[in-house]
């Protein structure tokens, strides 16, 4: 029957469960091994990166932190800008207020009295005093004042005097700024905070520090009144100090809630929230029409800072991707928004036995999910998947919700995971290809082999490889391997050319491979190869067996060399569904048993006597029978009570094999079975396996061929399963056959060989 196409991996079953049926050897145990191992290696690798997500979440390490900040940045840029908050505006010094348009001068000289004090920068303080008593007359809600006025004005005494009294008048709207900085000296740096000056202490004036903590990637992500907190335990003026968000939340009597979390809920980039040059509070056009005459201010809380590169106050955010940066005063207008929707962001564990155990759980939960998908490829995108799932998990908490939930060590652990899996499966198939280039080189001539490297295309080469590989390599300094002639399950038959005689004839050399190469398997494997050479030394001297020429160990390896049979097996003469004729069986079956009554009278059983180990010698036209790897010595006759009898491993070739032998009992007439299911087969053209018996155990196959009562009645005994009713010996069956031979033609020579038609039989070295 034509066999149906199938998949890929049909056909990876299929092969495997052939590869199955062949005998391991110790490389491709190693390498079954070798892939188990790998198999625990993702399990254990999985159950590393849980543990380890789970350390790293709570270490403290500053790459970890960079990492997950980056998230964090990563979410809010993912999200853009979103509407702030009204009530803040942000009063810009930007770089249209430091350089006022000439034509404002030009085209009305009034004007010019009103910007007199914002021509130069740093402006005078006149001008912030204007400001300050425009934007208190329109009822503003809270003035923060993002500039440091620690030091007297440049512009003299009478320019301090009017920012004084502006101050002293409208003070309770107002905010200064007050600004750590670094100074060196000859003993070092120091942090000194710098206050407003002395002269604007004054009224119900409040003040508040503008610095932000820097994280360690560089990016301010807590709130001012951190950075205060990280100098109380060494500075009591910063313990007193309020930060310059709160301080205006103060001033304006705005009651916020107490902010769940550090960390600063940014609304956008540059521009989110309403921003309004500063030169526009002092010009009168732009007072009356665009500001409403100040209508726009009120209630509102107004932050006046620089936003203009020269003043060089920019801040990395995590809003604004790398390398661009926010302006103080904005980061501020963030902060002070933060504080009054109650939108600080805070971890979603504040315990870091908790957080490290959630991250424990997270990653382990998802590598049981993992793992329910059976493939690599599979388990690797399942892990991406789920670290993506987890990200977006942690985006959603972290825009409306507020939480920091750890990311990015547990989406890198989720996905190694996977990837893990893949890593390990990718290194099982190269093990598994190695286990099967292994078992194609070992077993090439195997017909199971062989199925499978015609049906892969990439596997064809193979056939090659081995013969490459060992060809002219020289053993024991003497014999020269040709091919690569067969293999089996511990051994490997060669032919090879002895260089040490003239005209370098060719041999047979049979290599033995111990499957255990402890000290102890090696003296074992010694000792039967040893007894082996014996015994094909004994049984050499027929002329119809291979003569033992030598045997030796190399590599912890041992060789036999044997007598080079030139001829083709029989197997070939006995062609599947083609009987041949009866003569030819009979002289087929006597002339084996002849060769077991020399083997049985050596004491050997050979134990797999089937077509394939029987050659047709050219020369002659001679059955010589080989593959002596499984021969049994018997020292002692074995005892009429089989159930007495000791147990052996069961070896031989399915259908060939009687039942006794196959249960490890092997007697010298499990020989005669074998060669009584060979007469069987000729005469048919069936192979044995194909056959039933009856109940009382006897092969029904006499209808099967064109045979002589006489010759099935001698088969059938032959053959039968019970080993008490089948011929005790060769020498019994060889009997009946002659008397079978001479009923048939007593004036006649026994039919030979001479009636095959030669022609028909394919010549094939062997």
């Given at each position: 029957m034509a066999e149906e196409p199938t998949s890929t991996l049909t056909k990876k079953n299929v092969f495997a469960a052939k590869l199955a049926s062949i005998k391991p050897t110790k490389v491709t145990q190693t390498a079954s091994h070798q892939a188990r191992q790998v198999a625990r290696l993702g399990h254990l690798l999985t159950g590393i990166s849980a543990v380890g997500a789970a350390w790293l979440t709570v270490s403290g390490w500053g790459l970890v932190q960079i990492m997950e900040n980056q998230a964090l940045s990563t979410f809010f840029q993912l999200r853009g800008s979103i509407i702030p908050p009204e009530n803040i505006i942000i009063l810009a010094i930007d770089d249209q207020s430091i350089?006022?348009?000439?034509?404002?001068?030009?085209?009305?000289?009034?004007?010019?009295?009103?910007?007199?004090?914002?021509?130069?920068?740093?402006?005078?303080?006149?001008?912030?005093?204007?400001?300050?008593?425009?934007?208190?007359?329109?009822?503003?809600?809270?003035?923060?004042?993002?500039?440091?006025?620690?030091?007297?004005?440049?512009?003299?005494?009478?320019?301090d005097r009017q920012f004084q009294a502006a101050l002293q008048k409208y003070g309770s709207k107002v905010t200064l700024a007050a600004l750590y900085e670094n100074f060196e000296t000859h003993q070092g740096t120091f942090m000194q905070l710098r206050l407003p000056h002395e002269e604007f202490h004054t009224g119900t004036v409040s003040m508040g520090?503008?610095?932000?903590?820097?994280?360690?990637?560089?990016?301010?992500?807590?709130?001012?009144?951190?950075?205060?907190?990280?100098?109380?335990?060494?500075?009591?003026?910063?313990?007193?100090?309020?930060?310059?968000?709160d301080a205006v939340l103060v001033t304006a009597q705005i009651d916020y809630p107490q902010p769940k979390g550090d960390r600063i809920h940014f609304w956008g980039g540059e521009g989110t929230f309403k921003t309004i040059p500063l030169w526009y509070v002092l010009d009168p056009n732009n007072w009356d029409t665009y500001l409403e005459q100040g209508k726009i201010f009120e209630d509102k809380i107004v932050l006046i800072g620089a936003t203009a590169k020269l003043a060089n106050d920019f801040h990395s955010v995590p809003i604004v991707p790398t390398p661009g940066k926010m302006s103080g005063v904005e980061i501020h207008a963030n902060a002070i928004a933060t504080l009054i929707t109650g939108k600080a962001i805070a971890p979603a564990f504040s315990n870091p036995p908790l957080q490290s155990l959630f991250v424990l759980v997270l990653v382990g939960s998802t590598a049981l999910l993992i793992t329910r998908s059976k493939r690599g490829i599979s388990r690797a995108v399942s892990g991406i998947g789920l670290a993506t799932v987890w990200g977006g998990v942690s985006y959603f908490g972290l825009v409306y919700g507020q939480l920091i939930f750890p990311t990015a060590i547990p989406m890198i652990a989720i996905a190694f995971s996977g990837l893990s899996y893949l890593g390990t499966e990718v290194a099982k198939e190269k093990l598994r290809t190695r286990r099967l280039v292994d078992i194609f080189h070992r077993y090439k001539t195997s017909p199971i082999v062989q199925e499978i490297i015609s049906q892969q295309d990439d596997l064809q080469d193979l056939l090659d490889q081995r013969d490459i590989a060992v060809s002219g390599k020289i053993l024991s300094g003497r014999y020269k391997i040709v091919k690569v002639l067969g293999s089996g399950g511990f051994s490997e038959t060669y032919i090879a050319e002895d260089i040490q005689r003239p005209g370098n004839p060719h041999c047979v050399v049979k290599q033995l491979k111990p499957a255990n190469t402890k000290p102890e398997g090696l003296e074992l494997a010694r000792r039967l190869f040893k007894s082996e050479a014996q015994i094909l030394e004994k049984l050499g001297s027929h002329s119809q067996i291979p003569q033992l020429l030598a045997y030796f160990e190399q590599d912890e390896e041992f060789y036999l060399v044997q007598e080079y049979i030139i001829g083709h097996a029989l197997s070939q003469e006995l062609r599947s569904k083609k009987a041949i004729a009866e003569n030819t069986a009979i002289e087929i079956v006597r002339e084996l048993l002849l060769i077991l009554i020399f083997l049985h009278k050596n004491g050997v059983i050979h134990r797999d006597i089937k077509p394939t180990n029987i050659i047709r010698r050219h020369s002659d036209h001679k059955l010589v029978l080989i593959d002596f790897g499984a021969v049994k010595e018997v020292t002692i006759a074995p005892p009429q009570d089989s159930e007495q009898n000791p147990f052996t491993i069961g070896i031989g070739t399915r259908g060939y094999a009687p039942s006794e032998q196959c249960f490890g009992r092997p007697q010298y007439n499990s020989d005669v079975y074998a060669v009584g299911m060979i007469g069987v087969t000729a005469l048919t053209g069936i192979s044995p396996h194909e056959f039933h018996r009856d109940d009382q155990g006897k092969l029904l196959w006499s209808d099967k061929a064109l045979a002589s009562h006489a010759l099935v009645k001698i088969l059938t005994k032959m053959v039968v399963d019970d080993t008490k009713e089948r011929y005790h010996s060769a020498s019994e069956a060889l009997k009946d056959i002659d008397e079978f031979l001479n009923s048939q033609n007593s004036n006649s020579a026994p039919p030979g060989y001479s009636s095959l038609d030669s022609s028909d039989i394919p010549t094939k070295l062997w």
């Open positions: 350089s006022i348009p000439e034509q404002y001068y030009k085209t009305d000289p009034e004007q010019y009295a009103y910007l007199e004090s914002l021509k130069s920068f740093p402006f005078q303080r006149s001008a912030y005093a204007q400001i300050i008593e425009k934007l208190a007359q329109a009822g503003v809600g809270a003035i923060g004042l993002d500039v440091v006025f620690d030091l007297p004005s440049i512009y003299g005494t009478a320019d520090t503008v610095n932000f903590p820097l994280e360690i990637d560089g990016k301010v992500h807590r709130l001012a009144s951190e950075f205060s907190r990280l100098l109380e335990a060494d500075d009591l003026q910063a313990a007193n100090t309020p930060s310059f968000d």
